[in-house]
C-alpha cells in the first residue's frame, strides 16, 4: 500500500516557468514532510521540508503548500531552471515504532527545456 | 563536507551468488538506514538500526536478506542468494537521531545488477 501518493509522473516545463508537484497521505501520525530531488546516478537530497503546522515554507525558488485538512503537499518550483531537471520525491514520516522512517511518493521526473 | 559512503558503486552478479554492500554513515550519526529503490519508484526502507540494534526490519526479506551494524558505526547488508528481482539501487543514509524532523542524508547508492 502506497503511503504517499505523487502526481505527476512526468513533468515538462519551459525554462523560466512554474513547476508544481502534488502529493497526498492518508496516515494522519506523520509529521514532517520532506522533498527529496535526485539526480541520475546519485542518492536523493534534501530539497526542503515542512511540518503540518505551517501551511507554506519557501526557501529561494522552492516553495511547499501544505494543507493539513485535505492530507495534500505540494512543492513550487518558480522561475524554473534547466539545472532544476531531476527526479523529486515527496516523503512523509511521523511517530510511534517508525519514527524517522521515510515513506516516499513514486517519484516525478521534471524536465525544464531552455 | 560530511556525507554517507558506500561502496561498491556498481555491482554485477549472477542469480544464486552472494552479495555484500558497505555503508560508512556520517560521523555521530546514530540512525542508519538501508533503503531499496527500484528503478522509477521511490526508496522503500529494509531496515533501520538505533546504534547497533535493528529498529525496524518489518520490510527486509529475511531469508535472503541480512544487515549489521555490529560496533554502532558502519553497516553491512547482504543477499543471499540473489534473485533477478534484487536488482535495484540499495542506498544508506544516516541520521544524527530520530528526533523531530531530523534530516536523513543519502549516500550515492549501490547500483545492484543480478543476471
Known amino acids: 500500500q502506497q503511503q504517499v501518493k505523487q502526481s505527476p509522473q512526468s513533468l515538462i516545463v519551459q525554462k523560466g516557468g512554474i513547476s508544481i508537484i502534488n502529493c497526498a497521505y492518508e496516515?494522519?501520525?506523520?509529521?514532517?514532510f520532506p522533498w527529496y530531488q535526485q539526480f541520475p546516478g546519485k542518492g536523493p537530497a534534501l530539497l526542503i521540508a515542512i511540518r503540518p503546522d505551517v501551511s507554506e515554507k519557501k526557501e529561494g525558488r522552492f516553495t511547499i503548500s501544505f494543507n493539513k485538512s485535505a492530507k495534500q503537499f505540494s512543492l513550487h518550483i518558480m522561475d524554473s531552471q534547466p539545472g532544476d531537471s531531476a527526479t523529486y520525491f515527496c516523503?512523509?514520516?511521523?511517530?510511534?515504532?517508525?519514527?524517522?522512517?521515510?515513506?516516499f511518493g513514486r517519484g516525478t521526473q521534471l524536465t525544464v527545456w531552455p | 563536507e560530511a556525507e554517507v559512503a558506500q561502496s561498491p558503486r556498481y555491482k554485477i552478479t549472477e542469480k544464486s551468488q552472494a552479495v555484500a554492500f558497505w555503508c560508512d554513515p556520517i560521523?555521530?550519526?546514530?540512525?542508519l538506514y538501508w533503503y531499496r529503490q527500484i528503478l522509477g519508484q521511490g526508496p522503500e526502507l529494509l531496515v533501520q538500526f538505533q546504534d547497533e540494534s535493528v529498529v525496524d526490519d518489518s520490510q527486509l526479506p529475511k531469508d535472503r536478506f541480512s544487515a549489521e551494524r555490529l560496533k554502532g558505526v558502519d553497516s553491512t547488508l547482504k543477499i543471499q542468494p540473489a534473485e533477478l528481482g534484487d536488482s535495484a539501487m540499495y542506498l544508506c543514509?544516516?541520521?544524527?537521531?530520530?528526533?523531530?524532523?531530523?534530516?536523513?542524508?543519502f549516500g550515492q547508492g549501490t547500483r545492484l545488477t543480478v543476471v
Open positions: 543514509a544516516s541520521s544524527f537521531t530520530t528526533g523531530y524532523n531530523t534530516e536523513a542524508f
Open positions: 560521523s555521530g550519526h546514530a540512525t
Open positions: 516523503a512523509a514520516s511521523g511517530g510511534g515504532s517508525t519514527l524517522g522512517r521515510l515513506y
Open positions: 496516515n494522519t501520525a506523520f509529521d514532517y
